[in-house]
């Protein structure tokens, strides 16, 4: 009874890559990677402390929030501190002036109606028919009663009894000087001080001395408080002043209370308004960094998810994608558990440009530079530096230079030593990303601390390089994939299909260095892998190796074994190597390519000799059975192999191959293979197909260019001696 087969990895990945479902379950588990390694970096913090505990650990605000019992307390102290607005009531110097002039008018008019009823015509007379009290009843009538009511009779009966031209005199030095004085601020805690003024300046007037007195009272009475207490005007400095006032704000990533400080009650309002206190459950982070991860899916979804790729093709590349990005994240959350245990800054050791170098190893450059901006935003979130749902913008500057370094100084022939020159390239540019943080933020680090940055900058970029080739091998071998590394390794002479090419066949095996030399050159002028395209033809005629003699150029010093069989036959045995040679590479676990190569450099081409030698025995032959199996070339690397297999073969078997003859056979040839329908299902374009045949037809004429021919040398007797 046959043993049961287990299938290997590859096989059942294979077997996987095709339900077209996949690509979506991918999404989800990459979507749920990213969530599970940033879960507890942007969940809420809740603690249990009561007042007047002692903290056990330093407590950071998680999120900029505001303070409003400490903003209200300020705006209400800068409200109070606005002094009570005054206004100066310049109407009121006007008014008192008036005043002042109206009560002197009105003594100056009872003296004449005093003059007028004596019926004396004699200015100079003194003495008035009238008594003071009727003059001071006349006066009471011509004046306001509440002014009468403030000065007394004696106030004005100096007036009444001085001349017109004292009266005059008193009037004009009494306006002058309450005009003077009220035109200044009079607040009422000056009010007598501005009174005592008005006195001093009457006081050195030539009046009589009673004129004076009365002119003095009358003066400081018209003096009143002219720079005035304004409600409105101070009611809106005092909203002003409150309204300039900004709000109090608890900053994110504050410290609330450090480690063993009493947790009193103004700290632990603090506490409650940051709401690490609060035991309800808030769903907004978590909201956010589903929106965060939807963004980046959608970004790779475009990325992954174009019409010109076999959705096979795309599941492998996405898992391969997912295993690499997987792997990055879970070492850069590893390592920040150690920053909890307060090693500083352990996130600069993360070897993240490892994921980058990977991606561009097995995937290519594009998708490891948008690798480098989602292992930044992830690594400045894991990176927070304990405050919870908040971004360590230094750390993600820090992932993108080298992650960005690290792929863009990978090139295409990468080998061992090319990456660990990279991760020192990426060491170096760590290093400088570092000094440039440090100097920027203007810290006041120690030399011990610069020491220990810079030495995780070394070993991140040395451990980025180390890891890359030691998971590469693994991601190669379990999905069959063919990187530059493994290129150069199976192109080595010493692999066993390649000695048994040399050893077996070595026409065969010279024939194939040459196609390849032809191949590389053209995929390399017209974009495609070329050194895909010289291995691959190392490989591509291993089936000649189980009928070698059967195939022209290992028939030296031999018969041709055809001219003994029938062109039936001798098709047969040509058309079989292209499917021996891909038996032999699944059997040898060769890489696909290989395998596709062998058996689609020939395509569907006829067997022409073999067909018009059958046509001319006269046998009934149809064309289908002279043609090769196929299928035809499906990638532009196979069809132009197949191009420089035919090319070399027709360009070596001229007599006399000249510039002008090379050209005219390889544009024939891949005249041919158009017409024949052999290019249709690989994108090769018209404008390609020129540059490879100037191409072959550059390498061809350096192969075949001519040579000196040296005359012969006479051989001469050597003379006996």
Known sequence: MKKKQIPTFRQRLEKMNQYRFIHVLLYTIFGALIFLALFSNVKPETLKIKRFDVAGQTIYAPSTVEDKEATEKKKQEAYNNVEDQYTLKREYSENQVELIASIFDAVQEVNTEAQAQAGSQDPKQTVKPLTEDEEYGLLQKKLPSDLTEKLSKDDFLPLLNADSRDVSLAKDAAVTSVNNTM??????????????????????????????????????????????????????????????????????????????????????????????????????????????????????????????????????????YTLIFGITLAIMKILSLFQQSEVPYIGFMVPAAMGTMLVKLLINERLAILTSIILAICGSIIFNEGVTASFNFSIGVYYLAGCVAGTLFLGKHNLRARILQTGLFVAGINVVAIISILLIQNGLQSNVEIGTYLVMAIASGVAASVLTIGLQPFFETGFGLLSAMKLIELSSPNHPLLRKILTETPGTYHHSVMVANLSESACEAIGANGLLARVGSYYHDIGKTKRPHYFIENQMKMDNPHDKLSPQLSKNVIIAHAVDGADMLRKHKMPKEFIDIAEQHHGTTLLKYFYYKAKERGDEVREEEFRYSGPKPQTREIAVISIADSVEAAVRSMANPTPERIEKIVRGIIADRLQDGQLNECDLTLKELDVVAKSFCESLQGIFHSRIEYPEVPKQKVKQA
């Open 183 to 320: 035109s200044k601020e009079i607040p009422i805690s000056k009010l007598t001080e501005a009174k005592d003024n008005v006195e001093q300046d009457l006081q050195f007037t030539s009046l009589p001395k009673d004129v004076v007195r009365s002119a003095v009272t009358i003066g400081r009475f018209a003096i009143v408080p002219n720079y005035i207490y304004d409600r409105v005007a101070t009611e809106e400095k005092r909203r002003q002043a409150a309204d300039s006032v900004k709000e109090v704000q608890i900053k994110q990533g504050q410290i609330l209370v450090e480690e063993n400080q009493l947790v009193t009650n103004e700290v632990y309002a603090k506490l409650k308004l940051a709401g690490l206190l609060n035991k309800d459950f808030s769903y907004k982070p978590f909201i956010g960094l589903g929106l965060l991860i939807l963004l980046i899916i959608c970004v790779l979804v475009y990325y992954f998810e174009k019409p010109d790729k076999p959705f096979q093709k795309k599941n492998n590349s996405l898992l391969l």
